[in-house]
């Protein structure tokens, strides 16, 4: 029988993050081949995983990351199943570590398949579904690419955004991250009309005729007014359209134009959790 000493579990505990005493019975299991412990700690996960892929995780961690020139940032939520864990130092530094990760890939297959530490993404995630004892899973996944990239976590990691303007100007980091606090604040379905969806537009256009008829309004004026209450919600709804929360005598685009008038935002992805 193989001599495991204090400092093996420690070590292994180290690579893994799994408990001690789990760390100590996978040693002795494997005969103090590390290899074999991290493989039957893997397999642990696995187990656990399993039992509990039907639960729901929808606390976590909600991050948002931007490479280093600002033109590329990526949006995820790393899941859990209890606001406990989802609050727990080493699982935010875990999903902080995912997004800087994912910022690489276009897609939330292609991440998942991606080496993490010499296994994929998503055997890391069944690894500490093993080692935390709660299903652990990349929920949200958005990537966002532009001539400025800025982004915002809301307190709690339980929303985050980033946004793209449409030029790299002096003033533009402070004005992206506003504008990102904007949709955290305020969830935006699109970012202007025309990104609005044809069945939500038509869907509000029959309530608003069902309400003014209730209100007795002749039929024959039923089609101007509803039009302008869509206007209504186009400017409620939509990022470039509402009052900036910060100066509610602007929309966001008039404020953003503050940087220059030929400044525009161009897109934004918001996650949040639950």
Same mark, same amino acid.
């Given at each position: 029988?193989?001599?495991?000493?204090?400092?093996?579990?420690?070590?292994?505990?180290?690579?893994?993050?799994?408990?001690?005493m789990?760390?100590?019975?996978?040693?002795?299991e494997?005969?103090?081949?590390?290899d074999?412990? *991290?493989?039957?700690?893997?397999?642990? @996960?696995? /187990?656990? %995983?399993?039992?509990?892929?039907?639960?729901?995780?929808? #606390? !976590? =961690?909600?991050?948002?990351?931007?490479?280093?020139?600002?033109?590329?940032?990526?949006?995820?939520?790393?899941?859990?199943?209890?606001?406990?864990?989802?609050?727990?130092?080493?699982?935010?530094?875990?999903?902080?570590?995912?997004?800087?990760?994912?910022?690489?890939?276009?897609?939330?297959?292609?991440?998942?398949?991606?080496?993490?530490?010499?296994m994929?993404?998503?055997?890391?995630?069944?690894?500490?579904?093993?080692?935390?004892g709660?299903?652990?899973e990349?929920?949200?996944?958005?990537?966002?690419?532009?001539?400025? *990239?800025?982004?915002?976590?809301?307190? @709690?990691? /339980?929303? %985050?955004?980033?946004?793209?303007?449409?030029?790299?100007? #002096? !003033? =533009?980091?402070?004005?992206?991250?506003?504008?990102?606090?904007?949709?955290?604040?305020?969830?935006?379905i699109?970012?202007?009309?025309?990104?609005v969806?044809?069945?939500?537009?038509?869907k509000?256009?029959?309530?608003?005729k069902?309400?003014?008829?209730?209100?007795?309004?002749?039929?024959?004026?039923?089609?101007?007014?509803?039009?302008?209450k869509?206007?209504?919600?186009?400017?409620?709804?939509?990022?470039?359209?509402?009052?900036?929360?910060?100066?509610?005598?602007?929309?966001?685009?008039?404020?953003?134009?503050?940087?220059?008038?030929?400044?525009?935002?161009? @897109?934004? /992805?918001?996650?949040?959790?639950?």
């Open positions: 029988m193989a001599n495991i000493t204090a400092a093996d579990v420690n070590k292994l505990r180290q690579i893994t993050g799994a408990g001690m789990d760390c100590k019975k996978a040693l002795v494997a005969e103090g081949d590390f074999k412990a *991290i493989e039957i700690l893997r397999k642990k @996960g696995q /187990k656990v %995983a399993a039992n509990r892929s039907d639960r729901e995780s929808t #606390e !976590g =961690a909600a991050i948002a990351y931007v490479n280093a020139d600002k033109t590329q940032g990526v949006v995820i939520t790393l899941n859990c199943e209890t606001d406990f864990v989802g609050k727990n130092e080493g699982f935010v530094a875990l999903a902080h570590q995912m997004a800087e990760k994912a910022i690489n890939f276009a897609t939330k297959e292609d991440f998942l398949a991606s080496d993490f530490g010499g994929t993404v998503s055997e890391k995630l069944i690894e500490q579904t093993g080692v935390i709660e299903k652990i990349i929920g949200s996944f958005e990537k966002l690419e532009g001539a400025f *990239i800025g982004s915002y976590i809301h307190a @709690g990691n /339980k929303i %985050a955004v980033i946004t793209a303007l449409s030029a790299n100007v #002096e !003033g =533009a980091d402070e004005v992206a991250k506003n504008v990102a606090m904007q949709a955290a604040a305020m969830n935006p699109s970012l202007d009309e025309t990104g969806d044809q069945s939500i537009i038509d509000e256009i029959e309530i608003a069902d309400q003014l008829r209730a209100e007795g309004k002749p039929e024959a004026m039923l089609d101007n007014i509803a039009k302008g869509i206007q209504r919600f186009y400017k409620d709804n939509t990022l470039v359209n509402q009052d900036y929360i910060k100066d509610g005598s602007m929309s966001v685009s008039k404020y953003v134009q503050s940087l220059g008038n030929d400044v525009t935002v161009t @897109g934004f /992805k918001r996650v949040a959790l639950g």
